[in-house]
C-alpha cells in the first residue's frame, strides 16, 4: 500500500512538472515582419529574470507586460533590420564582449584569460559567473547584445540625417565644465612602454618568451615601435603598447601590480627599464617613456597628455552622445511602435488571459 501510495505521488508530481512545462512554451505573441518567430512564456520568463536581477525586485504584472512588448518590439526591429540587409558579423560580437569584460578588469584580455581571472577571483567557470551577474550563460548574453546593436544599427540607419544635426551648443559646453570643474583633473601619471606575454597554457614558454622579448629592447636591437608592430602580425604570442597610469588603486590593478610597487616605479626616472614580472596570468616588462605631474585642467587643456583632444572637446563629444542617445531611445520607441501593426504582430494571449500566464 506504501509503494503504491508513493508511485501515486510520483506520478502526481511528475504530472505537475509537465504542466509547468507545457505553461512555459506556451506562446504569448507571434512576431512575422520578416519571419515568424514566436516569443513564449520561457523566454519572457527569461528576460525579466535578467531584469529581477538588475533591479534587485520582482517585475509586477504591468512591468512584465512592458517586458513583453519590449521583447515584441526587439524582434520586430531585428526583423526589419535583417530585411534591410543588416548583419553584425559574430566576430565584431565577441570584440564587443571582449572589450567590455576588458574594461571590467581593467586591461584587455582574451577569453581564457578573462576566463582564468573569473576563476582565480570567484572560484566559478565565466559561464557560471555570467550567470550570476546577467542572468544569462557567455552564449546567452552574445546573442542579447547581437540583437540590441542590431537593432541600434537600424534605428540609427533610419535617423542617420536628424542624428548628424544633434549636438550641444557652446553655452551647453561651457555651463557643464563650470558645474563639473573640479572633475577635470590630472593626477600623478606615468606614460609606459608594456609588453606582456600570456601564459595560456605554457607559464615557462611565456617567461622565456619575455626574457627575450626585454633582451632585445634592453640591447636596442628592438625599439619600441618595432614591437607594437611585431606585436600585431598574427600568432605573435605577445603584445606591446604605450600605458598611461595613474597613481592610483586603479592604476595599479591595471597595470597588474600591487600599489606599493606603483609608488615606488613613480620615484624612477624617464627611462627606467623594469626586470620580468611573472603574474598569474602573464609575464610583462615595461619602462618609462614620460612622467606627468597632477593639476587641474583649463577647458583649454587636453584631457589627456600626448593627445589633442581639450575639455571643451571632450565635453562636447560627450554631451554630444548624450543627446544622441536620448535621441535614439525615442526614435526607437516611435519606429517600434510603427511596426507593431496586426499584420506584423499576432498577440496569441490579451487581458485577464495574458495576467494569468504572467503571474507566475
Known amino acids: 500500500m506504501e509503494m503504491k501510495r508513493c508511485t501515486f505521488v510520483s506520478m502526481m508530481m511528475f504530472a505537475a512538472a509537465a504542466i509547468f512545462?507545457?505553461?512555459d512554451l506556451q506562446v504569448l505573441a507571434v512576431v512575422k515582419l520578416n519571419k515568424s518567430e514566436s516569443i513564449t512564456v520561457r523566454q519572457l520568463k527569461t528576460r525579466v529574470g535578467v531584469y529581477e536581477k538588475q533591479a534587485g525586485k520582482v517585475l509586477s504584472i504591468d512591468e512584465r507586460k512592458q517586458t513583453l512588448d519590449a521583447l515584441i518590439y526587439e524582434k520586430l526591429v531585428n526583423q526589419a533590420a535583417q530585411k534591410s540587409g543588416i548583419v553584425i558579423p559574430d566576430s565584431d560580437i565577441n570584440q564587443y564582449f571582449l572589450q567590455s569584460m576588458s574594461q571590467m578588469v581593467g586591461k584587455q584580455v582574451t577569453e581564457q584569460e578573462l576566463n582564468t581571472i573569473v576563476r582565480q577571483q570567484t572560484k566559478m567557470s565565466l559561464d557560471e559567473f555570467?550567470?550570476?551577474?546577467?542572468?544569462?550563460s557567455v552564449a546567452e548574453?552574445?546573442?542579447?547584445?547581437?540583437?540590441?546593436?542590431?537593432?541600434?544599427?537600424?534605428?540609427?540607419?533610419?535617423?542617420?540625417s536628424e542624428l548628424q544635426s544633434i549636438a550641444p551648443t557652446d553655452s551647453e559646453i561651457r555651463s557643464f565644465y563650470e558645474m563639473h570643474k573640479a572633475n577635470f583633473v590630472w593626477s600623478d601619471m606615468l606614460l609606459l612602454f608594456l609588453v606582456y606575454v600570456p601564459k595560456d597554457s605554457n607559464a615557462a614558454a611565456a617567461k622565456t618568451k619575455a626574457a627575450d622579448l626585454l633582451a632585445a629592447y634592453k640591447n636596442k636591437k628592438s625599439t619600441r615601435e618595432q614591437l607594437i608592430v611585431q606585436s600585431r602580425a598574427d600568432n605573435s604570442n605577445f603584445r606591446a603598447g604605450e600605458l598611461l597610469v595613474n597613481k592610483t588603486e586603479s592604476g595599479a590593478i591595471e597595470l597588474g601590480v600591487p600599489f606599493s610597487i606603483l609608488i615606488d616605479l613613480f620615484k624612477r626616472e624617464k627611462g627606467f627599464i623594469s626586470e620580468v614580472q611573472d603574474n598569474e596570468t602573464n609575464c610583462q616588462f615595461y619602462s618609462i617613456i614620460e612622467k606627468y605631474d597632477a593639476k587641474m585642467l583649463a577647458i583649454s587643456d587636453v584631457v589627456q597628455p600626448g593627445t589633442t583632444v581639450t575639455v571643451y572637446d571632450?565635453?562636447?563629444?560627450?554631451?554630444g552622445q548624450q543627446k544622441q542617445m536620448e535621441y535614439?531611445?525615442?526614435?526607437?520607441?516611435?519606429?517600434?511602435?510603427?511596426?507593431?501593426?496586426?499584420?506584423n504582430v499576432e498577440r496569441k494571449k490579451t487581458g485577464t488571459d495574458l495576467d494569468k500566464f504572467l503571474s507566475w
Open 328 to 343: 535614439l531611445q525615442k526614435a526607437a520607441d516611435e519606429i517600434s511602435k510603427s511596426l507593431d501593426t496586426n499584420g
Open 141 to 160: 548574453y552574445k546573442d542579447y547584445l547581437k540583437s540590441q546593436l542590431t537593432a541600434q544599427q537600424y534605428i540609427v540607419s533610419q535617423r542617420q
Open 314 to 319: 571632450y565635453i562636447r563629444q560627450n554631451l
Open 130 to 136: 555570467m550567470k550570476q551577474q546577467a542572468g544569462m
Open 21 to 23: 512545462a507545457q505553461s
